[in-house]
Structures are given as structure tokens and as C-alpha cells.
């Protein structure tokens, strides 16, 4: 095979599953021979550094493009000649603005583009329109990957060409993680030796429904007299989430904040749970399962793949308030079935989602393209 040189570009709003992503396939083609740069598009007027700090720290080749207003053609010409001088065969785009000073970029340097759909989050009117115009110019891609069959249909429809798609499901990294000073960590952030622990994880943004979580914990407080809700994430929403939660007077909801320790974090959770209205497959969950820990989730997009219901955790239809609630109450009434779906859930990621498999498949489609 011969060496592929490719540009992974994002601009990014923050340190999350898409990020996790790129930065694990980045790492993965350099292991295999391969050259692979991280391009951050970094916005003046939104400034965000996470990706690039992450990446740096991590060893990984990454180069910032400055972008000062919506459409900066000085940063076009930045991405195009980092392009020609590295000869770049692809640009592998992630997002929308990515996707469309990639694919100028790629037509005036004659480069293949790909892009990787990992979904959309509908956060604003803006965000909206600019996702909607994106998948106006996603047919004029060289190829697609969405991380689900349901991305895979809802592009379908939009007249994406079902040949110019394939589904690369994600992956990530199974390390041991370190649970040696878990003591310490819950203290650290409020949470009792004896406290049971419920815990979402994620951007604090419309799509992922944070409100219906603190419903949830809202119902559970009542019924355990030590109990603690860890919302793991930043977010636009966290004031409102954070006035929301102090009206329900829930002392006992605890927002944590971005962390870098999250795997950590998760250890000293019991249940971890999902309520997003939409989701890919979201690196988040595949994390607390290779963790062993057992799952409540909304049945929604991606996620139907990878929990199985009764058996690596629950899956509940969206608005259903009453089943949420009941499933993680037996779950938190029952610590041998958690060790069980634990246990489950761990062997079911490493069977099918680990990060070699997703270099390798991300691999055949580089070649693919460039033959």
C-alpha cells in the first residue's frame, strides 16, 4: 500500500466525541505508515483551542488556520497552500465549515475530499442553516461516511447518493483506566463514599436533552436519600440547565464542568445515561462501556446499535419520562445486575467497536479514492 497523505480539518466548538475521533484515526494512519495532519480552523469570533492543545499534547502533527469572519478567503488560501506543499492526496473534512473550505480547497488544488458526517446538533437558527446548506454541497464530494445507518438514510434523502456513502461505525482506544485514587476523585467534586451516582456526559446543548436528565434526577431524589447527578460538559445551556435544576431545589445535581478525566469520572458513576434527542454513535457511551459500566439511554439514532436492551443496559423511545426513570432505578437497586450489563457491555465493545477496526475500514476507503 502506498503512503497516503491526508489533512483531517475541523473547526471545533469544543473537546468532544468528533474530536475523540479524529485524533484516534489520526494516530492510527501514523501507525500505519501513513502521513496525517490535524487542521483546526480556528474561528476569531468563537475561539476554541481544545483540539489543537489535545492533539500537540498527544504528539500529534497539527496546524491552525486563522479564520476572521464567516467566510475568510486569507484561510483559504492558508489550507490551500499547507495542501500543495505537503501534497496532501485527501482532505478529510469533519463538519460543516470544514467541509466547505475543504471541498474549495480540494477543487482548486485537484485533491480527493472526504467527509465524515458524525451528526448534526441543530443548536441555533444559524448552526441550522449552515448545516442545511452542507448537505446541499455534499453530493459534490468525492465520498461520505456517516458513523450510522439512520445518517446514512437521512442523507439518502436529501440526495446524497446511497453509492457515495459508507458506514464506518466509530471506535476507540480500550486502556485500563486508573481507579486507584477514585476516593479522592469523589470527593474532590462533592460525591459521598456511600452516595449512589448517576452521571450524563456531553455538550451542554439542545440536542442532548439535559433538562429531561434533570427530570429524571428530579423523580430519583426522592426515592434515594443519597443520591448525586454529575453533568459532565460545558455548554451554552448551562446557566439555563443550572436555573432549572435550583428551581426543582436539587441540591444534589452537580455540574462538573469540561474535564480531561473523564474516563475517570466515569468510574465513579453506577449508571451512566443518554437523553439526546439525536445521536451518531457517540464516543461517550462507548467509553462508559469500556469502563463496564451499564447504560440507560434514548432509543435514538446510532445508540439502538450499540446498547442491547437487556442485556449491555436499557433503551427507552424519547418522552418517556416515567420508563426512564424506573429503568435506572433498578439498575440503582440492583448492584449485581450493574455488574452484569458491566461486564456485558465491555465485551461487546471489544468485539465490535475497537479503533484498529475503524483505521482499518477508514483505510479502504483512502485507497478507494486514490487508486
Not at 463538519?95 to 466547505?100: L, Q
Request: positive net charge; aromatic residues 10%; glycine residues 6%.
Amino acid at each position: 500500500m502506498k503512503k497516503i497523505n491526508i489533512l483531517h480539518l475541523r473547526k471545533s466548538a469544543g473537546f468532544f466525541g468528533a474530536e475523540k475521533v479524529i485524533m484516534s484515526l489520526s494516530r492510527g494512519l501514523i501507525e500505519q505508515g501513513h502521513n496525517s495532519w490535524i487542521g483546526c480552523i480556528y474561528d476569531r469570533r468563537s475561539p476554541e483551542m481544545s483540539l489543537s492543545l489535545q492533539a500537540n499534547e498527544a504528539g500529534l502533527p497539527t496546524i491552525t488556520f486563522i479564520c476572521r469572519s464567516v467566510f475568510d478567503p486569507l484561510t483559504l488560501w492558508r489550507i490551500y497552500q499547507f495542501v500543495k506543499n505537503q501534497r496532501i492526496d485527501i482532505i478529510h473534512t469533519h463538519g460543516f465549515k470544514a467541509d466547505i473550505y475543504g471541498w474549495i480547497v480540494a477543487k482548486l488544488a485537484k485533491k480527493e475530499i472526504i467527509a465524515t458526517k458524525h451528526g448534526w446538533t441543530h443548536s441555533s437558527s444559524r448552526i441550522r442553516f449552515w448545516e442545511n446548506a452542507d448537505v446541499l454541497l455534499l453530493p459534490w464530494f468525492d465520498k461520505i461516511i456517516v458513523v450510522s445507518e439512520q445518517l446514512k438514510n437521512d442523507l439518502s434523502k436529501n440526495n446524497v447518493a446511497m453509492k457515495k456513502m459508507a458506514v464506518i461505525q466509530n471506535g476507540i482506544e480500550i486502556e485500563q483506566s486508573e481507579n486507584s485514587r477514585l476516593d479522592m476523585l469523589k470527593k474532590s467534586i462533592g460525591i459521598s463514599k456511600n452516595d449512589l451516582v448517576v452521571g450524563i456526559i456531553g455538550r451542554l446543548s439542545i440536542e442532548k436533552n439535559h433538562r429531561f436528565f434533570i427530570d429524571v434526577a428530579n423523580r430519583l431524589t426522592s426515592i434515594f436519600p443519597s443520591i448525586k447527578f454529575l453533568i459532565v460538559g460545558n455548554g451554552s445551556l448551562r446557566e439555563e440547565l443550572e436555573k432549572y435544576a435550583k428551581s426543582l431545589k436539587l441540591s444534589n445535581v452537580i455540574f462538573t464542568g469540561y474535564r480531561s478525566d473523564v474516563k475517570q469520572i466515569m468510574c465513579a458513576m453506577d449508571v451512566v445515561v443518554s437523553t439526546s434527542l439525536r445521536e451518531g454513535v457517540p464516543i461517550a457511551l462507548l467509553e462508559a462501556m469500556s469502563v463496564k459500566k451499564t447504560i440507560v439511554a434514548t432509543a435514538v439514532g446510532g445508540v439502538q446499535k450499540i446498547i442491547i436492551h437487556g442485556k449491555t443496559g436499557f433503551l427507552v423511545p424519547l418522552n418517556r419520562l416515567e420508563e426512564f426513570t424506573q429503568y435506572v432505578k433498578k439498575l440503582l437497586d440492583d448492584k449485581n445486575l450493574r455488574k452484569s450489563f458491566g461486564e456485558n457491555a465491555f465485551q461487546f465493545l471489544e468485539k465490535n467497536y475497537s479503533y484498529q477496526s475503524m483505521v482499518s475500514e477508514y483505510l479502504s476507503i483512502y485507497c478507494e479514492v486514490t487508486a
